[in-house]
């Protein structure tokens, strides 16, 4: 598309929204970040510029009287430093990442609902409550860095190669049917249906079973937020099963996550765990943890993540395959306002593989 022309449909939107939704709002988030990496497990060991989870969006209500409005977001990813054509965003293409440039149909939150005193109902795309839960826990101490807890957004098992530290799983659900409750003294519930919407035709033939009910995956969170602490704990269950005729590894999969922080003065400190049964449908256990800490003063805070994983097939799919996964991460930044801050991070990790033959691997990175 001719540049003046996206530039003049751009704007146009901007402007145009305002009179197309009532309170519309605008916003955004532009995270750039440089990064020495030597990443032994995907032999990688040079410098590049990242895109971490830059995005525009468009939110807003309309009154509809009696204490009802109708809301709205649309949220997309945006890679700042890439037209989207290049080998570093087909690389960052994957689960967790931005793509390049505008992600298009690979949206962010975005969904359409009701909301009033008895809370609010929205349908879309979505972060599952068991993610919601997972940030309210406020252990997340610089997001979508180098030391972001975040396995990726995906359903898969084992740790990471490119999240030096991060081990807790966190998915954004298409066809979302969602409820979030109101505020009752510090408590907020939330809850997820998704739809498998099974093809019959081909994906049943695939899977073997006909997901095509309204909660084929479900979801749940329970968040509390009050005198300093955050605390929460969140469920999700994803329906993976398949024959043994097709593949025998699939299963179901469920994840549980709980979590709390506590705020004291300048210092905040806590802990999260995770309990996965069946990740990415294999049959497998998962647990993780993590403790994490934060230091502010003034304008700049420093803070610090120590994380652990453990992965352990089932001995039917594969017997010493085990995977130990450990690492920490510090980092200092410098908030010049409350829209602005410049930071320094650095993290380590370790594969160590019980498989024979395989040795140990140690990822770091400074951004």
């Known amino acids: 598309m001719n540049k003046k022309l996206l530039a003049a449909a751009v704007a146009a939107a901007v402007v145009a929204s305002p009179a197309a939704f009532a309170e519309s709002t605008v916003y955004g988030k532009m995270h750039a970040s440089i990064d020495a990496i030597d990443y032994e497990t995907s032999n990688e060991d040079n410098y590049e510029v990242n895109s971490r989870a830059s995005r525009l969006g468009f939110k807003g209500s309309e009154d509809l009287g009696n204490g009802l409005k109708a809301i709205y977001q649309i949220e997309l990813g945006i890679d700042i430093n890439s037209s989207g054509a290049d080998g570093q965003a087909a690389r960052n293409s994957g689960a967790g990442s931005d ?7 690979k949206t962010r939150n975005t969904f359409v609902g009701l909301s009033g005193d008895w809370g609010t109902v929205l349908v879309g795309r979505h972060d599952t409550p068991a993610k919601m839960a997972f940030y309210a826990a406020g252990n997340e101490r610089l997001g979508d860095s180098v030391i972001d807890l975040n396995l990726g957004n995906n359903l898969t098992g084992a740790p990471s190669t490119n999240a030096p530290i991060g081990v807790f799983h966190e998915y954004r659900a298409d066809d ?22 099974d093809n019959k035709a081909t994906t049943a033939q695939t899977f073997g079973s006909e997901r095509d009910g309204i909660a084929d ?6 968040m509390y937020k009050g005198n300093g602490l955050k605390a929460s704990v969140g469920y999700a269950s ?3 099963d398949g024959p043994s005729t097709v593949n025998n590894n699939l299963d179901d999969y469920e994840v549980m996550q709980a979590g709390a922080s506590y705020t004291m003065n300048n210092f905040s400190f806590g802990a999260q765990y995770e309990d996965s049964e069946n990740p990415g449908g294999t049959k497998a256990d998962y647990t993780a943890w993590a403790v994490t800490g934060k230091f502010t003063f ?21 017997s010493n ?25 650095y993290a380590a990790g ?18």
Do not use: Q
Not at 217 to 222: D, K, N, T, V
């Open 217 to 222: 995956h479900y979801s749940l969170g329970a």
């Open 350 to 367: 370790e594969n160590d593989y019980d498989t024979v033959g395989v040795d140990d691997e140690d990822d770091d990175v400074f951004s």
């Open 238 to 240: 994803y329906d993976l």
């Open 99 to 105: 793509g390049g440039g505008f992600w298009g149909t």
């Open 298 to 318: 003034g304008n700049n805070a420093i803070s610090a993540v120590y994380t652990y994983a453990e992965y352990e097939p089932s001995s039917s799919v594969c």
């Open 176 to 197: 979302a049917i969602a409820y979030v409750s109101p505020n009752f003294s510090g408590f907020t519930v939330v809850g997820a249906m998704i739809p498998g919407e």
């Open 321 to 345: 395959c085990d995977i130990d996964r450990g690492g920490w991460g510090l980092a200092a930044e410098h908030n010049f306002s409350k829209r602005t801050k410049v930071y320094a991070a």
